[in-house]
């Protein structure tokens, strides 16, 4: 069979399987581009293969055309599983899951065994498997990205699209080979719904690519955001991240109570069993003052040894009492770090908003002050008294 057969519309199949190839090409190299400003990032290169190694298949079937099976059927269509299999791949470790490497090899020694070997099965029944396994590569793409569409990235949405829109171009590929049911279905079909089906891969060559690269750019600055207004030794948010929260709880209007705490002795912990325990035990009680207040008040790193919490609705009995159980909980944890144990105690200040009358400032000197009377007093205790 001739493979270069005009279409209706004047395109023929090796223009459409060329500009196939350059896209991924031109793809693959912004891929490594990106790969360069983000060196940790596994899942670049599992792109890049994907585009090279797509590209390698695209570029042998205009090399080996033919409906026989040989060698030349076995390397294109192994290539092209192989390579929508590492976009699968590069999907999951976008998401920063588990890849199974079986799930990849096997079908595409599958797939060449089926092309590659003579009489070893029915050439329709190979392209039914090899367009059957590309949907399903396809479509677990885009069911990748569907898994994660709270990620706060809109990119994924066009990703997703992308590839379901792949996936059923796939399967109309096999409704195609199973209309025809003949020894050409062996090879991609040189007729009209090829021409459509390799149309609809140019679209989505490009718009996966560019939707690749824009969800990567959406990652990296929601990934900046969060390190701008997080502690990068315990996660919790920092000194900005709740100099924010304190002005928009004091525009609001409400009632709320602002909690000073300070791990008491800490130059001593880092003295006496080194930097490494002090960072367990700073760790440990960015772990526990979270575990033990209510999911709606916020607790920050502020300093230091130095934590915030914002308790909002609280009336002070109930302040006291939630801000006692953290002080509570930390006195009665052991604090284990390399070969040694430790106890650790902390005190607090509490000031309390009146609704309307607490400014930023004059409520921060407040639970200062009552965290510095708590120091004063002895250590491991708590000291309120209501902002005026």
Same mark, same amino acid.
């Given at each position: 069979m001739n493979s270069r057969v005009d279409m209706d519309i004047g395109v023929d199949v090796q223009t459409l399987f060329l500009t196939n190839a350059m896209i991924l090409i031109v793809m693959g190299? %912004?891929?490594y581009a990106a790969w360069r400003k983000q060196p940790d990032e596994t899942y670049w290169p599992a792109w890049i293969g994907a585009n090279f190694v797509i590209a390698g298949s695209l570029f042998s079937y205009m090399a080996f055309p033919g409906n026989e099976p040989s060698?030349?059927?076995?390397?294109?269509?192994?290539?092209?599983?192989?390579?929508?299999?590492?976009? !699968?791949?590069?999907?999951?470790?976008?998401?920063?899951?588990?890849?199974?490497?079986?799930?990849?090899v096997v079908p595409t020694l599958v797939v060449a065994l089926m092309f590659g070997l003579p009489g070893w099965i029915d050439y329709p029944l190979a392209y039914y498997t090899v367009n059957a396994i590309l949907m399903l590569f396809a479509a677990a793409t885009a !069911?990748?990205?569907?898994?994660?569409?709270?990620?706060?990235?809109?990119?994924?949405y066009g990703l997703l699209i992308a590839y379901g829109v792949m996936a059923l171009s796939f399967a109309g590929r096999i409704v195609?080979?199973?209309?025809?049911?003949? %020894?050409?279905?062996?090879?991609?079909?040189?007729?009209?719904?090829?021409?459509?089906?390799?149309?609809?891969?140019?679209?989505?060559?490009?718009?996966?690519?560019?939707?690749?690269?824009?969800?990567?750019?959406?990652?990296?600055?929601?990934?900046?955001r969060h390190a701008a207004m997080h502690d990068a030794l315990t996660g919790l948010p920092n000194r900005r991240a709740f100099e924010q929260r304190?002005?928009?709880?004091l525009q609001d209007r409400?009632?709320?109570?602002?909690v000073v705490f300070d791990l008491d002795h800490f130059k001593s912990i880092n003295d006496r069993y080194g930097h490494a325990a002090?960072?367990?035990?700073?760790?440990?009680?960015?772990?526990?003052?979270?575990?033990?207040?209510?999911?709606?008040?916020?607790?920050?790193?502020?300093?230091?040894?130095?934590?915030?919490?914002?308790?909002?609705?609280?009336?002070?009995?109930?302040?006291?009492?939630?801000?006692?159980?953290v002080r509570s909980t930390v006195a009665a944890t052991r604090i284990a770090a390399d070969d040694v144990s430790f106890g650790l105690t902390l005190s607090a200040?509490?000031?309390?908003?009146?609704?309307?009358? %607490?400014?930023?400032?004059?409520?921060?000197?407040?639970?200062?002050?009552?965290?510095?009377? %708590?120091?004063?007093?002895?250590?491991n205790r708590i000291a309120e008294t209501a902002a005026a």
């Amino acid at each position: 069979m001739n493979s270069r057969v005009d279409m209706d519309i004047g395109v023929d199949v090796q223009t459409l399987f060329l500009t196939n190839a350059m896209i991924l090409i031109v793809m693959g190299l %912004a891929f490594y581009a990106a790969w360069r400003k983000q060196p940790d990032e596994t899942y670049w290169p599992a792109w890049i293969g994907a585009n090279f190694v797509i590209a390698g298949s695209l570029f042998s079937y205009m090399a080996f055309p033919g409906n026989e099976p040989s060698f030349g059927l076995a390397l294109p269509n192994s290539l092209l599983v192989l390579g929508f299999g590492l976009r !699968w791949t590069a999907s999951r470790l976008f998401a920063r899951r588990r890849v199974p490497m079986s799930l990849i090899v096997v079908p595409t020694l599958v797939v060449a065994l089926m092309f590659g070997l003579p009489g070893w099965i029915d050439y329709p029944l190979a392209y039914y498997t090899v367009n059957a396994i590309l949907m399903l590569f396809a479509a677990a793409t885009a !069911w990748e990205f569907y898994t994660d569409r709270e990620t706060g990235l809109p990119s994924r949405y066009g990703l997703l699209i992308a590839y379901g829109v792949m996936a059923l171009s796939f399967a109309g590929r096999i409704v195609q080979g199973i209309n025809a049911h003949t %020894a050409e279905t062996a090879h991609l079909v040189f007729d009209s719904v090829l021409q459509i089906h390799l149309l609809i891969a140019v679209i989505h060559t490009t718009a996966s690519g560019a939707f690749v690269l824009s969800v990567a750019y959406e990652r990296m600055a929601r990934d900046l955001r969060h390190a701008a207004m997080h502690d990068a030794l315990t996660g919790l948010p920092n000194r900005r991240a709740f100099e924010q929260r304190l002005e928009k709880a004091l525009q609001d209007r409400g009632h709320f109570a602002l909690v000073v705490f300070d791990l008491d002795h800490f130059k001593s912990i880092n003295d006496r069993y080194g930097h490494a325990a002090g960072d367990e035990a700073l760790r440990r009680c960015a772990l526990l003052c979270p575990s033990v207040l209510r999911q709606q008040d916020f607790v920050a790193r502020v300093g230091g040894e130095e934590f915030a919490a914002i308790l909002p609705g609280v009336t002070p009995t109930e302040a006291f009492m939630l801000t006692d159980g953290v002080r509570s909980t930390v006195a009665a944890t052991r604090i284990a770090a390399d070969d040694v144990s430790f106890g650790l105690t902390l005190s607090a200040g509490i000031a309390h908003s009146a609704e309307g009358e %607490a400014s930023f400032d004059r409520l921060m000197r407040a639970a200062d002050a009552n965290l510095y009377r %708590a120091k004063n007093g002895g250590r491991n205790r708590i000291a309120e008294t209501a902002a005026a």
